[in-house]
């Protein structure tokens, strides 16, 4: 706050011995404290503050010294929000009585010069109902792209996701990725390349929007049933397959893109027949290649 601002002379007057204070009180050697209190008067000095000001504050903050020493005592506080129409005395002496009469030997040893302090914060006024203190001017930017989750137990984002904003699908075509997607998104449609066949065979999806199942839940369903094989999906069937015929059946067993996340669940499968139809993947073209003949 420069001294010239239109704040009241008592407020600016204030600023000086406010962080001169600071100082006194945080930094515990004294030498160090003469440095920064010089410190502190070149910024206060490039702010327009007159010396007269600088010198009486830091007299005076000089004069009332560091802060005391916190009392070592052993106080419980006892933290509720203030209200006119409750007692909180008569809590904290059950309380107290309740500790007295403890029978553990542990316990007794805890809370034996134990002392319970009654500490009642503010409540809400009609202000702080209706305001924030904080205002955001700078909104973050959510990027596009398929992101991983930051929790090392996280299967899916260790073994299988691939972390990216644009893919390559088995037609050649390049899909970018229009949304910021992680695998705690639902309503997903996602693009699955096997790894048995080193990427050679894959496959469109979706999750079951009727019934809100995630896109974590349905890619661990998907590693269950790659695994022993047993599915009614062609694609854990196809990986169960290749990956026994290859004797290679071991994780990853496949890789996953998120192609898209949907706010309605209802139109997962218009998307899903709309991608396969395009013929995206092999898997799907294949079998309706098969079906149309």
Known sequence: MPYNSSHPRNCRNNVPFNLA???????SDDQKVDIRLKELKIWLKNCLYPDIVIDRAFHNAKLQGPAPFKDKSN?????????????????VRNIRSKIQNVQTDHLKEVYNSSDIVISQRQPKNLLRHLTKAKFCSVFPI????IFKCTSKRCKICRLYLNECKQFTLSNSSVWEVRSHISCRSIN?????????CKHQTTYIGKTIGDKVVGFKSRMNQHIHESRTGESSCIFPQHVFQCGTKNNCLIEPFFEVNIMLCL???NRLESFESHFQSKGFDTLNNKYLSNNNR
Do not use: A
């Open 188 to 196: 997903v449609v996602y693009y699955l390349k096997c790894n048995m």
């Open 75 to 91: 106080n419980l506080p006892f933290v509720t929000t203030f209200h006119e129409n409750i007692e909180s005395k008569s809590l």
């Open 21 to 27: 204070k600071r100082i006194i009180v945080f930094v």
């Open 263 to 265: 706010k309605d669940g």
């Open 142 to 145: 959510i990027e596009n792209g």
